[in-house]
RNA sequence: GGAGAGGUGCUCGAGUGGUUGAAGAGGCACGCCUGGAAAGCGUGUAUACCGCAAGGUAUCGAGGGUUCGAAUCCCUCUCUCUCCGCCA
């Protein structure tokens, strides 16, 4: 959630942001609603607590008088008291009516996009950040599979066993397909921890204040499964539980930054696609993710940024997988983030770009709604940036590896990952 | 699932209607003391909102109620803990 404070003191910047957004002159019209609604706001709250002050006044005074055993005078001040009531209780009510719709329509608002941020439509705008110079995968002598191909003829992974168990999306992993699954996860989290990263594992259902707080609610509520009963909610992504675990913290400058990371399942319901997008790995209702989260001082957070891409890529040029960089335009950035890059590696069978990481500066508008600050040397509290990103997804670098790796015989296990699974080849 | 206890400030812990934003202790910070340290002494130690400011308002799990006035009384919800049962 947007600081209510920058719509008035960087009015301009709001309005540029949200139009890189391609809002509507229509939907900008909410910027000044806000702010109406905040003096009105302000206005009555400045009469109430003058009500209120004035009751407290009283009833001070009334407690000696009635010590000195004057009740006459008590009793004219009581019934002043009870004179204010009514506009006092209207008062509190206009006050939370305004707080509500006030929330409900910052809520609306998406981040402001960073300078570097360009306007676009949708994802066919995004900017090519970092395109891939080396050489591509090549195949002698036959056609590559495509990886759900090698998953049934290696006996590594099984969908339509995971149709038996759950439903469609729920891939089984089996034999050396889980172990280079597992050695995928050792190996991310590995090289988590040498960049300073404390590992978490966190529960894997949250609570909803949780899921509000890093702004999956109300927003993205059918992108989670919800278990009804309890009233909790399935993580979509590590960056939930983990974010959540400084909520409502005040830190000092000193402990910045926070560097966490965490290996979990992700569940998502992703309804509404269909085709080839689907097909095998490359989406699915539960996959394996490492993620990496920084809690930044708001001065050092694009350093932070830029060292994480770092991460992210070292990660892709370890594994050997052809990769490349995009900085993501208005319209396709997340609704939360104020500048995204996203990695794709290239899958050689597909022939397409499978996205792996997305790597994020929320700026304040996470820890606005965590209610997450620090304060430096006698300052006054305020908000830390947040950054997050997938160090990285698992199920497609899956896909990507089996399809770039594959001969005639089986599939080469990237060199890097030999120590994790202990065996050089599928 | 059954029975009970309890949620107060950074922590522990008092507090059953009236200068209690909250005793006391601990912790932490600063100062004094010291050759230095410990001990000792002193001072300070929440957050949000409104206000140019002075200052004001709110907050003792959450919400509602009683009252001139509530951390203190009443109702609802919620969370935690203990015991029993079940169980990896």
Redesign the pocket.
Known sequence: MLEINILRTDKQRVIEGLTKRNFTPERLKLVDQIVEM?DR??FV??N???L??R??????E??SL?KAGDKSQAEV??QE??NL?GQIKELENEQ?RLIDDIETALIELPNIPHSSVRQGKSADDNEVYKDWSGPMPEFEGFDPLPHWDLAEKYNIIDLKLGVKLTGSGFPVFRGKGAKLERALINFFLDEAEKAGYEEIMPPLMVNEETARATGQLPDKEGQMYHIERDKFYLIPTAEVPVTNILRGE?LSAADLPVQLTGYTPCFRREAGSYGSDVKGLNRVHQFDKVEIVQIAHPDQSYKVLSRMLEHVEQLLIKLELPYRILRLCGGDMGFTSALTFDFEVFSAAQRKWLEVSSVSNFETFQSNRLKL?F?EEDG??QLVHTLNGSALALARIVAAILENNQDSEGVKIPRVLQQFTGFERI
């Open positions: 905040d706001r302000k709250q400045t109430l607590d003058q209120l002050a009751v407290n006044a009283n009833s001070k009334i407690g009635f001040l009581r008291v009870t009531k939370n005040i600050r304060r006054k509290p």
